[in-house]
């Protein structure tokens, strides 16, 4: 059995965490995983390089974000008192912008003029156009073609922003398409290139480094626990497509052994139906794609299957590679919510809390529900709230037989 | 136990002096029943080695050609198994043309190690070049390879270090696949003179045969390419001759040889 005090000296210094992970790359892009890797392990202890992360994170996104004790909402449901990390309230509405702000400094550092990003619900695109438009660095984007025509309001501002937006029409046309092609245009450009990946997958050292930037989630949510609740929480509620905000909030909690954690990932019309991008929930086999070893969902010969969901941001075959290991371990446990718990959770939040969430953070509400209710009101749980739902009032809307 | 077929063809290049030429096809396209006919046609056209596309949903190295070679032959539901069944069936009537499966490790990852090399091996499989598996990562299945004869084909970049050049070399067998260019396949053109001066220094580490892929098109390039190179690998022409002609399979062969016969007379000019 693993200590869990062990979990946080991953991974070891080829990526790998356990089984999983690694740099499952074609050989013209190791060289440049190589330098990323040095400068970053090189920066990632470097004082100056911390200050002027920090200083952004502060000045820039407006953090510390709030944690913030949804009483009506707990009250409503009779169970755990529920606290929501308030990711929302950062700059770009979402937690995508604590990595990309660490990434585009590294792209300067690394004298990268030009950065790519791939993004499923945009909000990883968002935050990459922002964080380029304020370096003056030129910025292109990939995005699944399905993608694009749900999304188009994150598209547009992406646009506003100066960036360059691509959609992908290849494969299924949504999140993994948009890696393979983004992929393809580093591949090229590598010379000029910094490729921000948007969640904690990847070839080593990207789940390390993305973990990293967005640790502060939970380093916050630690001492406002603290301060606000007067100990730990009992439990920590995040959704999980690739499992950047999930990772985020749970590392700084890894030793803390009496908090439990739950990753929630899209059930989409139900797992059993196969209609979902839940690959730990359905112990799908492990399998490599965009350079890591994970749990990937594909079929019996190898081949990479279409995932659903209501969220784009979940909308992906696999989950990153350190997830995978707190699975095997036990330190973390993963569930599912469906696209109908999910809606019911985006609508509830809205009226009760005046807080519209992002349908990728409404899969964590949908959890902390049920799980709430069979707990006591003397109980906390801190709910990852990732994103403003802004972005999703279309799909929204349509759902009600509204268009705009 | 015999040499295996790689080595062997490589060993009676040299003697004649000869440049090898290493046709790529995506198994299974434009559908399954087609490819052996297709592989055998290679061979007829002077082929030295083939590289047998292994179709996957996601090929993050290659060009729109094989993107959508492998779009084609997913259609068809053509499976890792179906490609080992070609290369059987390829056997009955060609027992010395070293074939190389290329692709994506995910197919054999879901295999299961064990039970691929077993039935690479059993199809007449040579070797095994994997895009995204480096030496690091193929540690696991290396030992397997060496027990059941495969050889592992490994590829070299415009962008690999020295340090990670001599890794590979230690690791490589059979021949080193030089990309000719930072691209994906079927990517525009690629320049003979930085290919030279980049084989120079790898000539010093190893003696594997050195064959450059990514950019070859037509006689000329094979030819130029020839000069400073133990072969040349071409994908992309030839898949684009196949999508051409998609509809009307039976055209498929003439078409292939006619590129590669080129690419024949231009290299042993």
């Known amino acids: 059995m693993t200590k869990f005090s062990d979990l946080t000296r991953l991974p070891d210094a080829q990526g790998h965490f356990g089984p999983y992970g690694g740099r499952f790359v074609s050989e013209t892009l190791s060289f440049a995983l190589e330098e990323l890797e040095k400068v970053y392990m090189s920066l990632r202890d470097d004082a100056d390089f911390q200050a002027e992360f920090d200083r952004d994170l502060a000045h820039y996104v407006g953090r510390p974000s709030p944690l913030y004790h949804a009483e009506r909402w707990s009250e409503k449901i009779g169970g755990a008192q529920i606290w929501l990390k308030r990711e929302d309230l950062n700059h770009t509405g979402a937690h995508k912008v604590n990595n990309t702000i660490g990434q585009a400094l590294l792209a300067k550092k690394s004298g990268k003029p030009r950065v790519i990003a791939e993004t499923g619900a945009g909000q990883h695109g968002v935050a990459t156009a922002t964080v380029a438009a304020r370096l003056g660095l030129k910025c292109e984007i990939y995005m699944g073609a399905e993608d694009v025509e749900r999304q188009k309001l994150n598209v547009y501002r992406m646009r506003l922003l100066g960036a360059e937006v691509h959609p992908v029409e290849s494969g299924s046309r949504t999140l993994k398409d948009a890696m393979n092609e983004a992929l393809r245009d580093w591949v090229t450009n590598v010379d000029d290139t910094f490729y921000i990946i948007g969640t904690v997958a990847g070839p080593h050292p990207y789940p390390a480094m993305v973990r990293d930037f967005t640790a502060v989630i939970g380093r916050e949510a630690r001492e406002q626990s603290l301060a606000q609740i007067g100990r730990l929480p009992d439990a920590l509620v995040a959704c999980v497509g690739g499992g950047s905000n999930a990772i985020g909030l749970f590392y700084p909690f890894l030793e803390d052994e009496d908090v439990a954690m739950v990753g929630v990932e899209a059930g989409g019309d139900g797992v059993e139906t196969g209609r979902h991008a839940a690959p730990l929930t359905a112990n799908a086999p492990s399998g490599v794609l965009h350079g890591n070893r994970t749990y990937l969902m594909s079929d019996a010969s190898g081949q990479v299957s279409d995932t659903h969901s209501i969220s784009a941001g979940l909308d992906y075959p696999g989950v990153g590679p350190e997830h995978a290991l707190w699975k095997d371990v036990g330190r973390v446990s993963y569930v599912a919510a469906n696209d109908d718990a999910v809606l019911e959770a985006f609508r509830e939040l809205t009226r009760v809390e005046g807080i519209m969430p992002a349908l990728e953070s409404a899969h964590a509400l949908a959890h902390a529900k049920v799980m709430a209710a069979s707990m006591r009101p003397d109980q906390h749980i801190v709910v990852n709230l990732s994103g403003r739902g802004d972005k999703d009032i279309h799909t929204v809307a349509k759902l009600d037989g509204l268009e705009f | ?269």
Request: hydrophobic share 45%.
């Open chain 2, 1 to 269: 136990m015999t040499m295996n077929r790689i080595d062997q063809r490589f060993a009676a290049l040299k003697a004649q002096s000869r440049r090898a030429l290493i046709p790529y096809i995506t198994a299974g396209d434009p559908a399954p029943q087609y490819t052996v006919g297709f592989m055998h046609a290679c061979v007829e056209a002077g082929a030295d080695v083939l590289e047998l596309g292994v179709p996957f949903s996601d090929p993050m190295a290659d060009g729109p050609v094989i993107q959508k070679a492998c779009e084609r032959a997913l259609k068809h539901g053509t499976r890792l198994a179906d490609v080992l069944d070609m290369v059987a069936s390829f056997r009955e009537t060609d027992s010395t043309t070293p074939v190389v499966l290329m692709g994506y490790l995910n197919p054999i990852e879901r295999m299961g190690y064990e039970a691929f090399v077993r039935r690479a091996r059993d199809a007449g499989v040579d070797g095994v070049l994997m895009v995204d598996m480096p030496p690091e990562e193929a540690t696991a299945i290396a030992p397997l390879f060496a027990e059941y004869g495969l050889q592992s084909i490994f590829l070299l970049a415009p962008t690999t270090s020295s340090t990670r050049a001599a890794t590979i070399c230690a690791h490589g067998e059979g021949y080193l696949y030089y990309v000719s260019l930072k691209g994906v396949t079927g990517a525009a053109s690629l320049d003979v003179e930085a290919v030279a001066r980049q084989l120079a220094p790898l000539r010093e580490m190893t003696d594997l045969p050195l064959c450059v892929g990514f950019g070859i098109r037509d006689g000329e390039t094979a030819a130029a390419v020839g000069r400073v190179a133990d072969g040349v690998i071409v994908g992309s022409a030839l898949v684009s001759r196949i999508a051409e002609n998609a509809e009307r399979p039976e055209a498929i062969p003439a078409a292939l040889k006619a590129v590669l016969g080129d690419m024949r007379d231009a290299l042993d000019r």
